[in-house]
């Protein structure tokens, strides 16, 4: 006996087969339920995605976060009634990856296949991911390291520079981080859109040294609840953790984009141009 993938195990009242004495082929069940537990959960996911004729204001009303996409990708307030479609139009942006984009943050088990990766066009992805850079160093770490620094005088001498120490070396990470991926990634992205082919960098290099920014901030939260002395005000620290919880679940979404979307379709490009 030999259960096929695809096989619907789905049924309530499927008959469980005897295992004892079956061909040491079968399958592991597991393997089938996982298979057909993808595909009914892609096709449910499909579902309820965000689409490009739902106005953008309600979008925003079901994700409030998506407010923090719209300067990456230009687009000013005081859209009205304007579908997403429409407002992509006017401001000469892919509806398809501003879209995907607002799916990835907003439903958390949604990673789009290669095939939704390919067909969409990418022309501005790494000009979203800088502006995502832009937003978290100009933007989210300068205002941490304010609360940080706020924070810091009221402790002791030695905590207050440990934890000021702490954040000013995570903020280095971050600027390196960035400035390995606008020097050799987003520009490696560029030319092969533009058609080139020769080109020292492959992608291959990229994921292995891919590093996770965001658990570092989770380590710094876990700080701020085990180990601030009594008397530090307490608006001010739960300001700071509100703030370093936010950016990192942006961070998180930033690295999958990077991680699932920005690799697959470069991995691609390079097999098209042959590199
Ligand atoms: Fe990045
Ligand atoms: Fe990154």
Not at 83 to 99: N, P, R, T, W
Not at 109 to 124: E, G, R
Not at 188 to 196: A, W
Not at 210 to 229: A, G, R, S, V, W
Request: glycine share 4%; with cysteine.
């Amino acid at each position: 006996m030999f259960l096929e993938a695809g096989t619907d195990m789905d049924n309530d009242n499927m008959q469980v087969p005897d295992l004892d004495g079956l061909d040491l082929q079968l399958r592991p069940p597991c393997t089938i339920f996982t298979k057909n537990k993808i595909k009914s959960e892609e096709k449910e996911m499909r579902n309820y995605l965000f689409s490009e004729n739902m106005k953008m204001a309600d979008l925003i009303l079901i994700k409030p976060s998506i407010i923090l996409l719209l300067p990456r990708f230009n687009i000013p307030l005081g859209f009205g009634d304007k579908s997403v479609k429409d407002l992509c139009m006017a401001h000469g942006i892919s509806s398809g990856l501003f879209l995907m984009i607002c799916n990835i943050y907003s439903f958390d088990n949604y990673v789009p296949s290669q095939d939704v990766v390919n067909s969409i066009d990418m022309s501005m992805l790494d000009c979203y991911l800088e502006k995502s850079h832009r937003y978290y160093l100009d933007q989210r770490l300068p205002h941490i390291a304010n609360h940080i620094s706020r924070i810091a005088g009221e402790m002791n001498n030695r905590a207050g520079e440990i934890l000021k120490c702490f954040f000013e070396e995570y903020n280095n990470e971050v600027i390196a981080h960035f400035r390995y991926e606008e020097q050799n990634v987003f520009p490696h992205l560029k030319r092969l859109l533009s058609g080139e082919v020769a080109d020292d960098y492959s992608i291959t290099a990229y994921l292995p040294s891919h590093t996770n920014i965001e658990d570092k901030l989770d380590d710094l939260t876990q700080i701020m609840f085990k180990y601030l002395p009594e008397g530090v005000k307490t608006y001010e620290t739960i300001g700071a953790v509100f703030d370093i919880l936010q950016l990192s679940e942006d961070l998180k979404k930033h690295s999958l984009i990077e991680e699932k979307v920005l690799i697959p379709f470069v991995e691609h490009l390079e097999k098209i141009r042959g590199k």
